[in-house]
């Protein structure tokens, strides 16, 4: 297998687990502003994107310099949509996100229900880190396993 069908294999194997931990949606909850993620309204750009093996520091992979870009964008409603891109090939989820103190619940809605939480820490006032677990495909042998997700991520301006 090429290189590059083995990174479109490991996306296609991240891209849902990545997205569910970063962005998530919800149910037919009616649509109502929520004052707790005020700071997070906007368009957001992923400048870090990393995945880890939990037990093995040495073992990152930066997928941004793998040419991957993620965006969200978070509505005063708290309903958000997330696109992932890596190789040419976008995947892209739409939910709604809660937050409590520093916590982010996730409430996936699009492509299929999942519920997944995130740490969050305000970096600078355009500039926020999520942290989370996901499952990633380390050997690119079509097995992902578990993984910590670090996203640091710049508003958009505009």
Do not use: H
């Amino acid at each position: 297998m090429t290189p590059k069908a083995a990174q479109l294999r490991r996306f296609r194997v991240l891209g849902p687990f990545l997205l569910a931990a970063l962005a998530a949606c919800s149910d037919s909850t009616p649509v109502q502003p929520i004052d707790d993620i005020t700071e997070l309204i906007g368009d957001w750009d992923a400048y870090v994107l990393d995945v880890s093996a939990p037990g093995s520091p040495g073992l990152t992979r930066d997928l941004l310099a793998e040419g991957a870009a993620f965006r969200i964008n978070v509505q005063p409603s708290g309903q958000n949509t997330a696109v992932l891109t890596l190789l040419g090939a976008s995947q892209v989820e739409i939910g709604t996100l809660v937050r409590t103190g520093d916590r982010l619940t996730l409430y996936r809605a699009v492509p299929s229900p999942d519920t997944s939480f995130a740490t969050y820490t305000r970096l600078a006032p355009d500039s926020i880190r999520l942290d989370g677990a996901t499952r990633f495909d380390f050997q690119g042998d079509g097995e992902p396993g578990d993984a910590d997700l670090r996203t640091e991520l710049a508003r958009r301006e505009g």
